[in-house]
């Protein structure tokens, strides 16, 4: 490794696009993500601490700090492969925690990220279109739950935990607003939408079921359990009128370097413009933060409000208005104010509000402020200085003082300082600045524009132009290291300018394409360029011509250094090596190991080189420069370092990129020691001011003094005045003091005399009382005395009692005692005694019981077997009797006038029918139970059906693509291979050329030997001649070649449009017949349908059929028992026989109707898989028929 190390110092810069940009770790400490890292900034004592990073990280995309402020997760792209880094914050440095890198879902890039309120918990928003929501216990890189936001692709925004719930989760995004609570291994939302979606920007919980929600339309939504309470919208205010801002102006009025709050003047009809416009656009509620009190909200471009909870239940009010100030220094004053919010956060004890805006830039306000001046308009204040809002383009330090210039696509030049960290001046203009380069002493600046090349003083508080230079796009200029001369670049050409006459010394052209580095040698003698042509030419500026060039047409190059001896040429490009170049040649090339350099730079010692890559790292490495990879590497930036520099004395190294930051490295050797100044040279102090803003000032402060005199005399006269009126005041005051002071002597003199006579009555009163008591107490005493003697003469009197009783009980226990033991041994002898015989007497009765149990079992088996056979018995003979009474009923029919004397007989009959159609009604009742107990499982399965449907289908697509993904892989083939034919045919005539002109000029060459010979030589020439201009032919068949292969390609492209067409149809022809298929497994589907629902009713009918013939017997068998056999038989035919006989036979009349009906079924079915054999279906399977158990149902 390098013994070279670059230490991060400080970074200017902010990353807007990266998703909750800015936090609090403390009341003084933030953490905001800029470059390729992550930023610990103290608010008072200015020093930063740098959390890098991830090792090939191609930029972070969200962050997310844990409420007990404890851990930092950072969502990133490292290798084109998502990852989430939970670093502790507690440690110094910072470290990982855990690394999230490897998902069991798919996913491209976590877009949101939020901790749980106890910070166990990580839940992470991927972006469309997975849109993932995924649910970890971070600590185990556990996945606990992942459910799918949304399914229409749209943006998601934000997720956030309920502070009070670790269980319950908020997305927003376009159209989404959904609530997820984590329960029994999943994520279930647990709200509904209802109304018009709206686009929903950004989120916060003020309470633990109250989430405030706002949109790109101005609406604030508050919902309460996921159900809409409360509503308003924002509008577009005016901003503080010209009179107040004037007021602020003035009052701002100093000289100081950043801008005020105040703006200039503008006319009415700007403003009505300004205000027109803004009134046309509707707010855009992008950011929300909650508080004690209420919630702060973005109310479009550079407006935050404040909103307090009112005294009703569920509203909130707007309280105060906060504004980004108008930049003074900006190009157009009226629209630098106009920034998107992207992030606002409170400080842990509310004292200060953060906001991050769209242009990069960081605001805070001071929230005590608002109680104080309530009544003007709030502002808020740069945190620091402001940043660059734009890609970084050019970078230049000097010599004599610790200054670095950078210039910006935002059109912005800023002089920087790395002593103090600090922005000393900046300035915006109308056109976009490309490079920037800072005299060696400081004082002076050349900046060149998309329309011409500047060069300007560094005043004390401004950029002022005193030169311009018609040097269009000027995109390099650097001024030499004397600061006589500058070099300044228009497209290929390189103009030298006198920095004293400003006369154009030199043009050095040479170049073919742009220039894209320039360098000064230490002596200013040489100048190094190099460009987009692959050319890296060294200039002589005596004689203004190239001293030495190396080309190389296959590489782009991007930067050029040169070592402090002059010798040796560093050149980086596009081709991944870095050039050592030395007269003319390539000494060596280092590879860069699949990274592009982008910029390098030489230390002046030369025992140093840096390089900044395409990917945003940053490279050290000793010279002479390694083989192999023997550097460090550091993470620095989010996109491509654009400039690099290094200050004179070695001590800092300076990088910017295409994210708008600058950062300052500094410099140690491998043991972490300081690289070593060669002199110790103080920098300069001196400023410039022009001789007008000196007199300016000089007038300003006779001005102020003047006015300062003046109002100290003014001062004096009103302070005597003041003495006066308060001398008058005095003696009133003392006069009237006085007065009281002896009022309230008289007053205190005759309370005096009121004490001394109320205390005398006091003393006669307490005499009184004391020889009152002192009596009661003596005869109390005499007579508690007297008391006392009677009770303890009868207390001796109990206790000889007492003694007496108790010798007596003690002697009658221990008597009931010996009594007790006799009495308790006499009962255990008899129980034990008693106990034995009853054991006896047990044991015989279980011998007793077993073979009673056995006598039992046989008795019961007989008992059995004999009923078995007699209800064989009874079985038979009532079969017999039943045919007996059937032949009597059909007797009965032709004798049915003999019957008519038999009335009684026939109203018993009748009532034994209607009770048999009272049991048929009961019957048909419990049917329909069981129908409606199977009904649920037919919707289960034709549910189940349909979702077999939807994955035929399915399938069927899946098929169908297959298909055309082989046709159209066939064709490409064919294609192919023809392609290879023809590719064949035209490498043969290449042959065949190459050997015609091989033969030529071996022929020619032949004839080259007479040329001292004429007429030799002029056969030679006619035998060529002969012989080779035959081959004009060839010329005019390969012509007519051209055309057949011409006629060839359009009669194929015909053809192929042809077969495309043909292939529609067949995929409509296809398309017709699949539903043709469909529709006709939709009817059998019907048709199996109709023929199960037949088999249920015949099942249904067969089970009525057998439980009215168990009917039948039971009363058959009744009759027998009650009526005697002597009774005539024609007192024992009962009605219902003949109406059983009627049921049965209309059951057997539908038996045989539904038999008919399934032959029908089944040889349409028949015909129709006949007709599905000749067409295969796609896979699909109809519900299986169970004709057999049907059969085996069937009565015999």
Known sequence: MSVIVAQSLHIFGLRSRVANNVCYFDEQIIIYPSGNSCVKYHLEQKWQKFIQGSEKSQGMLALAMSPNRRYLAISEIVQEKPTITIYELSSVPCKKRKVLSVFDFPVQEFVSLAFSPDSKYLVAQTGPPESNLAYWMWEKQRTMAVVKADIQNNPVYQVSFNPQDNTQVCITGNGIFKLFRYTEGTLKQTNFQRGEPQNYLSHVWLTEDRVMVGTDTGKLFLFESGDLRWETSIECKEPPSEVEKDELAHESESLIEFPTASSPDLSSEMLCEAVGQQQASLPQISAIAAYSKGFACSAGPGVVLLFEKTEEKEG?????????????????????????????????????????????????????????????????????????????????????????????????????????????????YQEEAYAVSLHPTGLYVLVGFSDKLRLMNLLIDDIRTFKDFTVRGCRECTFSNGGHLFAAVNGNVIHIYSTTSFENVNNLKGHNGKVRSVIWSADDNKLISCGTDGAVYEWSLLTGKRESECVLKSCSYSGVAISPDAKIIFAVGSDQTLKEISDSSILREVPTFDVTYTAIVVSHSGRMVFTGTSVGTIRSMKYPLPLHKE????????????????????????????????????????????????????????????????????????????????????????????????????????????????????????????????????????????????????????????????????????????????????????????????????????????????????????????????????????????????????????????????????????????????????????????????????LDYKIKELKKQIEPRENDIKAMKEQIQEMEGELERFHK????????????????????????????????????????????????????????????????????????????????????????????????????????????????????????????????????????????????????????????????????????????????????????????????????????????????????????????????????????????
């Open 631 to 922: 550097f460090n590497e550091y993470q620095a930036h989010a996109g491509p370092v654009t400039k690099m520099s290094i200050t004179c004395d070695d001590q800092f190294l300076l990088t910017v990129s295409e994210d708008g930051c600058l950062l300052i490295w500094k410099v140690y050797d491998k043991e972490g020691r300081g690289l070593k100044r060669e002199k110790e040279v103080g920098y300069a102090e001196e400023v410039l001011i022009t001789k007008t803003d000196m007199e300016e000032k000089t007038q300003v402060m006779l001005e102020l003094k003047t006015r300062v005199e003046e109002l100290k005399m003014e001062n004096e006269y009103q302070l005597r005045l003041k003495d006066m009126n308060y001398n008058e005041k005095m003696k009133e005051l003392t006069e009237k003091f006085i007065q009281e002071m002896e009022s309230l002597k008289t007053k205190n003199q005759v309370l005096k005399a009121e004490k001394e006579k109320q205390e005398l009555q006091y003393q006669e009163q307490l005499s009184e009382l004391m020889e009152k008591q002192s009596r009661e107490v003596q005869d109390l005493e005499s007579g508690n005395n007297q008391k006392l003697l009677l009770e303890y003469e009868k207390y001796q009197e109990l206790q000889v009692k007492s003694q007496r009783m108790q010798e007596e009980y003690e002697k009658q226990l221990h008597d009931m005692e010996e009594t007790k033991n006799q009495a308790l041994e006499e009962l255990t002898e008899y129980y034990e005694a008693k106990l034995h015989e009853k054991t006896t007497l047990l044991e015989e009765a279980q011998d007793d019981a077993r073979q009673q149990l056995r006598e039992f079992e046989e008795t019961k088996k007989q008992i059995e077997e004999d009923e078995d056979r007699e209800i064989q018995e009874i079985k038979i003979k009532y079969e017999r009797r039943l045919r007996e009474e059937r032949e009597a009923n059909l007797r009965l029919k032709g004798e049915t006038g003999i019957m008519r004397k038999k009335e009684k007989r026939i109203y018993d009959l009748k009532k034994k029918n209607q009770e048999l159609e009272k049991f048929k009604f009961v």
């Open 961 to 1196: 693509q297959n298909m055309q993904l082989e046709l159209n892989i066939t064709e490409l083939r064919q294609k192919l291979k023809a392609t290879d034919r023809e590719m064949h045919k035209e490498q043969q005539k290449e042959r065949d050329m190459e050997a015609l002109v091989k033969r030529f000029k071996t022929d020619l060459h032949n004839c080259v030997g007479f040329i001292q010979e004429p007429k030799k030589l002029k056969e030679g020439i006619r035998e060529l001649y002969d012989k080779y201009v035959q081959q004009a032919d060839m010329v005019e068949i390969v012509g007519v070649d051209t055309d057949l292969q011409q006629e060839y390609t359009r009669q194929r492209e015909h053809l192929e449009r042809n077969l495309a067409t043909l292939k529609k149809k067949v995929v409509k022809e296809s398309e017709i017949h699949r539903a043709d298929n469909v529709r006709i497994m939709q009817e059998n589907v019907s048709l199996i349908k109709e023929i199960n629902e037949l088999r249920r009713e015949l099942k249904v009918t067969r089970t009525h059929v057998h439980d009215l013939q168990a009917a039948l017997g039971l009363n058959r068998k009744n009759k027998k028992q009650g009526i005697p056999d002597t009774v005539p038989s024609h007192e024992l035919l009962p009605s219902p026989g003949v109406l059983r006989l009627n049921v049965e036979e209309e059951t057997e009349r539908i038996i045989e109707m539904q038999r008919l009906e399934i032959k029908r079924l089944r040889d349409q079915i028949q015909g129709q898989e006949h007709i599905l054999a000749l067409r295969p279906l796609s896979g699909g399977r109809l519900p299986m028929l169970e004709i057999e158990r049907s059969h085996g149902t069937q009565p015999q």
């Open 316 to 428: 909130y009010r707007e309280n105060r208005e906060i504004r980004i100030p108008q930049d003074q220094r900006s190009s157009d004053p009226n629209q630098s104010d106009k920034q998107d919010v992207m992030c606002m956060c409170f400080s842990p004890s509310e004292e200060t509000l953060l906001i991050s805006t769209s242009k990069n830039q960081l605001y805070i306000f001071t929230m005590s402020s608002t109680e104080i001046i309530k009544g003007e308009p709030a502002h808020f204040e740069y945190l620091n200085f402001p940043l660059h809002s734009a890609a970084i383009t050019g970078l230049d330090t000097c010599i004599r003082k610790p200054l670095i210039a950078t210039c910006s696509l935002d059109r912005s030049v800023r002089i920087w300082n790395y002593e103090t960290n600090t922005l000393d001046l900046y300035k915006e």
